[in-house]
């Protein structure tokens, strides 16, 4: 199948395995960066049942085979799968725990949309009117090293409002009502780190205004863009369009413990 087909666990298993080709190919990843998940369908997406198809550690993302992948629950227990999984699966889990609405989860290190989490520099002025249709807000992370309890806090904090994240001195993180979703939203991500480079040695570039990004996010709301987007952004505070639950309003402390829980957990 291709990325824009069907959840069964052999389809999500080929679909994962076809986006880590993408990402390596695109220069989005180098090597065995980079790690990549998506729900299963479950009795249950949105309890304790839910399952996660997740790529393992240490292995080259382009290269990877449907057997690879490692199938855990939301606590981190693996179900199937021979190897470790990702050592970022806390990343990941906590993501799932706080945003029922996303089905996907994409972290890489594209170079460019990167080098603006080292430098620092915003990434989030609105130059591009796609870019606040498909991305919203971009949103960075301060940094935690690779792996660790803070990184999975911090990120869980900051994804309760946003479906990008760079994350400082390291990469990004995007997530998506499937996965085609949030490796777009990777794709766009570096598209708009490359344009928005152009535009600063061009000498700067004139933003959106406040009226017309408004307008945009109005149109997003309103599902304008379906073809593109196939579950339409919810802009904070807003109810997901197909969940039907709303999005919370997750803070530290929360994420926190949904952290804990995890590390109490057996990850394998
Ligand atoms: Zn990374």
Known sequence: MTLMGGTSEIALRRAIVDAGRKLYQRGLIAASDGNISALLEGPDRHGGAGRVLVTPSA?????????????????????????AATSELPMHLAVYRCRPDVRAVVHAHPPLATAYAVAHTHLGEPLLSEVVLRLGAIERVAYNAPSTEQLATSVAASVADHDVLLLANHGALTVGHDLPDALGRMETLEHFATISLAVRQLGGGIRLSDSQVAELRALASAGRFAADQP??????????????????????????EVVKQLAKANIP
């Open 59 to 83: 292995v080259w993302k382009g290269e990877m085979t449907p057997d690879m992948l490692l199938v855990v629950d939301f606590t981190g227990k693996r179900l199937k799968g021979d190897r």
């Open 231 to 256: 579950q339409p952004w919810s802009p904070p505070g807003q109810p997901c369009t197909t969940c039907d639950v709303w999005r919370q309003a997750v803070t530290a402390k929360v994420a926190s």
